[in-house]
C-alpha cells in the first residue's frame, strides 16, 4: 500500500491519536521519516491499556508498523517500552523476529519517557527542536492502540468506534474495558464494581496530565483512563485549585530554588524552558525581559514542576499552560529559530523514577492490576462528540430519527482541512442532534 492510499484510509477510518491532543494520524504520514517509534512508554502512574493491547495484538501491531515503514519508505522502527512491562517485552520478542526492520528500544522506568521529545531521545539520540514535529528529525511517533486501530481499518474496514479504558483508583475491581465512544463514564465506574468511597471526583486520563471530568462526561477517541480517587486527595487538590489563588500562592512563596527547573524534562534536553524564571517574572510584574514569557511555548505540560519537584506546593505548570494559552489566543507561535542548549551532563541524575513519583502523589496503594475484558461494552445510550482530534470539528450528516448501524458516517469532515470524519459507535436511532454532539439509543 502507497503513502496516498494509506493515508486515505486512516482519515476515512478516523484514526487519532489514541490519547494526548489526538492528533490525524493521516497527517503524521511522511516520506522524510526514516524511523517509526512506537510509543509504549504509558509513564503516568496507574495507566495499563497500552502495554495490555501490545502484549495482547503484539504481531498485528508489527505487521502494521511495517506497512506504514514501507508506504513512507522507513528503514528503521522501534518498539519503544519499559523493561518492566515483561508481558509485553516477551509479546514483542516472540515476533520481532519476522519483522526486519523493526527492534526495542528499552526506555528508562521514568516519568515523563511517553513525552515523543523524550522517547525519541532515549531510542535514537536525536534531539527535536523548541517547538518543532518530531518528523523535522525523520522521525515519526504514535502509540499502540493508534496503531491496532490502524490495523483494523486495513484488515477488517473498521473505523474507529471503539476505545480501551482503564478504570482505576477508588472502585471495587480496578479493571481496562473495550466501551463505543459516547460512551458515559458512570457506565464504566459501574462496570469496575462501584466506587469505594462516597465523596470522590474522577480525573479523565493520567494523574499528571489528566483533568478533573464529570460521570456525564463521555469517552471519546483520546480516553485513556478513569481515576476514582478520594475528594480530599492530593491529586484532587491540586486539579481543582483556582488559578487566582495559584499566582497569590506563588508571589507570598516561591524562593526560587531552581527545583522545578532542574527537574523539567524539556530543560534537561536543552529546551530553553526556565519555570523558575517565569515564576520570577510573572510574579513580579516585571516585563522587560519577555524571554520566560515567551519560552512557556516550549512546556510540554507534564506536571512535574508543580506535582512533584516543588517543595513549596506552588503550580507553576498551571501558570505557565494558561500564560501559552493566552499566547496561542493571540496568534503568537513559538520561533523556530530560538536557542537552544546542549543536552544536560546531569540529566541522568535528575530523572524521577516513576514508583518514587507514584509514591509521591500517594497513588501507590491504587497501582493495581486492571486486567482487559476484552468483550465490548454495550451501553444503551451514547453521546458521540462531533470534535475528537485536533483539527476543524466534523458536522453532523444525520437527523433526528434516522436508523444508524454501528460504523455508518455520522459527522462529515471538513473538505481540504485537517479533519476526519466520526462514526456511529452502537447501532440504533439518533434521538438528539447538536453541533458539537449526536445521541444515539440502541
Same mark, same amino acid.
Given at each position: 500500500?502507497?503513502?496516498?492510499?494509506?493515508?486515505?484510509?486512516?482519515?476515512?477510518?478516523?484514526?487519532?491519536?489514541?490519547?494526548?491532543?489526538?492528533?490525524?494520524?493521516?497527517?503524521?504520514?511522511?516520506?522524510?521519516?526514516?524511523?517509526?517509534?512506537?510509543?509504549?512508554?504509558?509513564?503516568?502512574?496507574?495507566?495499563?491499556?497500552?502495554?495490555?493491547?501490545?502484549?495482547?495484538?503484539?504481531?498485528?501491531?508489527?505487521?502494521?508498523?511495517?506497512?506504514?515503514?514501507?508506504?513512507?519508505?522507513?528503514?528503521?522502527?522501534?518498539? +519503544?517500552?519499559?523493561?518492566?512491562?515483561?508481558? !509485553? /517485552?516477551?509479546? *514483542? @520478542?516472540? $515476533?520481532?523476529?519476522? &519483522?526486519?526492520?523493526?527492534?526495542?528500544?528499552?526506555?528508562?522506568?521514568?516519568?515523563?519517557?511517553?513525552?515523543?521529545?523524550?522517547?525519541?531521545?532515549?531510542?535514537?539520540?536525536?534531539?527535536?527542536?523548541?517547538? +518543532?514535529?518530531?518528523?523535522?528529525?525523520?522521525? !515519526? /511517533?504514535?502509540? *499502540? @492502540?493508534? $496503531?491496532?486501530?490502524? &490495523?483494523?481499518?486495513?484488515?477488517?474496514?473498521?473505523?474507529?468506534?471503539?476505545?480501551?479504558?482503564?478504570?482505576?483508583?477508588?472502585?471495587?475491581?480496578?479493571?481496562?474495558?473495550?466501551?463505543?465512544?459516547?460512551? +458515559?463514564?458512570?457506565?464504566?465506574?459501574?462496570?469496575?464494581?462501584?466506587?469505594?468511597?462516597?465523596?470522590?471526583?474522577?480525573?479523565?486520563?493520567?494523574?499528571?496530565?489528566?483533568?478533573?471530568?464529570?460521570?456525564?462526561?463521555?469517552?471519546?477517541?483520546?480516553?485513556?483512563?478513569?481515576?476514582?480517587?478520594?475528594?480530599?486527595?492530593?491529586?484532587?487538590?491540586?486539579?481543582?485549585?483556582?488559578?487566582?489563588?495559584?499566582?497569590?500562592?506563588?508571589?507570598?512563596?516561591?524562593?526560587?530554588?531552581?527545583?522545578?527547573?532542574?527537574?523539567?524534562?524539556?530543560?534537561?534536553?536543552?529546551?530553553?524552558?526556565?519555570?523558575?524564571?517565569?515564576?520570577?517574572?510573572?510574579?513580579?510584574?516585571?516585563?522587560?525581559?519577555?524571554?520566560?514569557?515567551?519560552?512557556?511555548?516550549?512546556?510540554?505540560?507534564?506536571?512535574?514542576?508543580?506535582?512533584?519537584?516543588?517543595?513549596?506546593?506552588?503550580?507553576?505548570?498551571?501558570?505557565?499552560?494558561?500564560?501559552?494559552?493566552?499566547?496561542?489566543?493571540?496568534?503568537?507561535?513559538?520561533?523556530?529559530?530560538?536557542?537552544?542548549?546542549?543536552?544536560?551532563?546531569?540529566?541522568?541524575?535528575?530523572?524521577?523514577?516513576?514508583?518514587?513519583?507514584?509514591?509521591?502523589?500517594?497513588?501507590?496503594?491504587?497501582?493495581?492490576?486492571?486486567?482487559?475484558?476484552?468483550?465490548?461494552?454495550?451501553?444503551?445510550?451514547?453521546?458521540?462528540?462531533?470534535?475528537?482530534?485536533?483539527?476543524?470539528?466534523?458536522?453532523?450528516?444525520?437527523?433526528?430519527?434516522?436508523?444508524?448501524?454501528?460504523?455508518?458516517?455520522?459527522?462529515?469532515?471538513?473538505?481540504?482541512?485537517?479533519?476526519?470524519?466520526?462514526?456511529?459507535?452502537?447501532?440504533?436511532?439518533?434521538?438528539?442532534?447538536?453541533?458539537?454532539?449526536?445521541?444515539?439509543?440502541?
Amino acid at each position: 500500500m502507497n503513502l496516498t492510499e494509506l493515508s486515505s484510509l486512516m482519515q476515512n477510518a478516523g484514526v487519532a491519536g489514541a490519547g494526548g491532543a489526538g492528533f490525524p494520524s493521516y497527517a503524521k504520514l511522511n516520506a522524510a521519516a526514516d524511523t517509526i517509534i512506537l510509543n509504549c512508554a504509558e509513564c503516568e502512574p496507574l495507566l495499563k491499556l497500552h502495554r495490555q493491547v501490545l502484549a495482547k495484538y503484539a504481531n498485528e501491531i508489527l505487521a502494521t508498523l511495517t506497512v506504514i515503514a514501507d508506504a513512507v519508505d522507513a528503514q528503521s522502527i522501534i518498539i +519503544a517500552v519499559k523493561p518492566h512491562y515483561t508481558e !509485553t /517485552v516477551k509479546a *514483542v @520478542e516472540a $515476533v520481532i523476529a519476522n &519483522y526486519p526492520k523493526a527492534k526495542i528500544g528499552l526506555l528508562p522506568e521514568v516519568y515523563p519517557a511517553g513525552d515523543e521529545v523524550v522517547t525519541i531521545y532515549e531510542t535514537t539520540g536525536r534531539v527535536v527542536r523548541p517547538g +518543532a514535529l518530531p518528523i523535522t528529525v525523520g522521525v !515519526t /511517533v504514535y502509540n *499502540v @492502540e493508534t $496503531v491496532y486501530n490502524i &490495523y483494523r481499518a486495513l484488515h477488517e474496514a473498521a473505523p474507529v468506534t471503539e476505545k480501551y479504558v482503564t478504570v482505576t483508583g477508588e472502585v471495587q475491581n480496578p479493571i481496562t474495558l473495550k466501551v463505543p465512544l459516547g460512551t +458515559a463514564y458512570s457506565t464504566l465506574i459501574a462496570l469496575a464494581g462501584g466506587a469505594t468511597v462516597k465523596d470522590y471526583k474522577l480525573v479523565g486520563g493520567g494523574p499528571m496530565t489528566g483533568r478533573i471530568v464529570a460521570e456525564s462526561d463521555v469517552v471519546t477517541k483520546t480516553s485513556n483512563a478513569i481515576l476514582v480517587l478520594p475528594s480530599d486527595h492530593y491529586v484532587i487538590r491540586k486539579k481543582t485549585s483556582k488559578i487566582t489563588i495559584d499566582m497569590k500562592r506563588a508571589m507570598a512563596a516561591c524562593c526560587q530554588c531552581r527545583m522545578c527547573t532542574d527537574l523539567c524534562s524539556r530543560h534537561l534536553l536543552g529546551h530553553p524552558i526556565e519555570p523558575h524564571l517565569f515564576m520570577r517574572s510573572a510574579t513580579s510584574g516585571v516585563t522587560k525581559d519577555l524571554a520566560p514569557f515567551m519560552n512557556t511555548m516550549y512546556c510540554s505540560q507534564c506536571g512535574l514542576c508543580e506535582m512533584y519537584a516543588c517543595g513549596q506546593g506552588l503550580s507553576p505548570r498551571t501558570l505557565i499552560g494558561e500564560y501559552k494559552n493566552g499566547l496561542r489566543a493571540n496568534g503568537i507561535k513559538p520561533d523556530p529559530n530560538v536557542e537552544m542548549g546542549p543536552v544536560s551532563e546531569n540529566r541522568s541524575g535528575r530523572m524521577v523514577p516513576v514508583d518514587r513519583l507514584t509514591a509521591r502523589l500517594g497513588l501507590s496503594a491504587y497501582d493495581k492490576p486492571a486486567p482487559i475484558a476484552e468483550e465490548t461494552v454495550k451501553p444503551d445510550v451514547v453521546k458521540i462528540m462531533m470534535s475528537q482530534n485536533i483539527g476543524v470539528p466534523a458536522s453532523p450528516c444525520v437527523k433526528l430519527g434516522d436508523a444508524v448501524t454501528v460504523g455508518e458516517i455520522i459527522g462529515q469532515a471538513a473538505q481540504g482541512k485537517l479533519s476526519m470524519p466520526v462514526h456511529a459507535s452502537i447501532s440504533g436511532t439518533v434521538v438528539e442532534v447538536a453541533d458539537k454532539y449526536i445521541v444515539i439509543r440502541a
